[in-house]
């Protein structure tokens, strides 16, 4: 699969979990925890691979101010997960946390599939390599988060993750 057809899945998996979340009163934790576990890795796997590689093919352009905002992006929403994460659903404001969160998540998608994706196309980007590779990271990072769900259901400490840390400090 190539990279910008993965990346715009993983965009509607999540649209799905936040529509879900706006509908569904009984599961809105469990709705909320999946929304950040997909949108960690998601922005991982673009931080890591996607935008060094757009980077690069984008050479001397003007794609690194698409790619600058993404990351700043990213950072924000990371903020947003982190909150929600540990305070969780007895959080007062858990519900406009998760609320915003979309809407972050929203204009992000927005521009990237608007503005980012289709400056990629053009940019020479073998997007078929690109794309398996970032397959490959997602289900490394995938079979992660699933070790970390204890047998009993609790969750670990989500704080120490790998890619809560490394995040846009990692380039290749």
């Not at 909320?32 to 796997?45: D, F, N």
């Not at 690194?64 to 659903?89: N, P, T």
């Not at 406009?96 to 990629?120: D, I, N, R, S, W």
């Amino acid at each position: 699969m190539d990279a910008i057809t993965l990346l715009k899945q993983d965009h509607q998996e999540v649209k799905a979990l936040f529509d879900a979340f706006q509908q569904d009163d009984a599961d809105k934790a469990e709705i909320a925890i999946e929304v950040c576990r997909l949108l960690t890795i998601h922005a991982q796997i673009e931080e890591e691979i996607f935008y060094p590689a757009a980077r690069e093919a984008f050479g001397n352009d003007d794609g690194d101010d698409l790619l600058d905002e993404a990351e700043v992006e990213h950072a924000s929403a990371k903020d947003l997960i982190a909150q929600i994460e540990e305070l969780g659903e007895s959080d007062d404001l858990f519900e406009a946390k998760v609320k915003v969160l979309g809407e972050y998540v929203q204009h992000h998608v927005k521009e990237e599939e608007g503005e980012l994706f289709p400056k990629v196309k053009t940019s020479g980007l073998n997007l078929d390599a690109v794309g398996s590779e970032l397959e490959k990271r997602k289900k490394v990072l995938l079979s992660d988060a699933a070790r970390e769900i204890a047998p009993s259901g609790a969750r670990g400490d989500r704080r120490s993750r790998p890619e809560r840390n490394g995040g846009s400090q990692q380039r290749r």
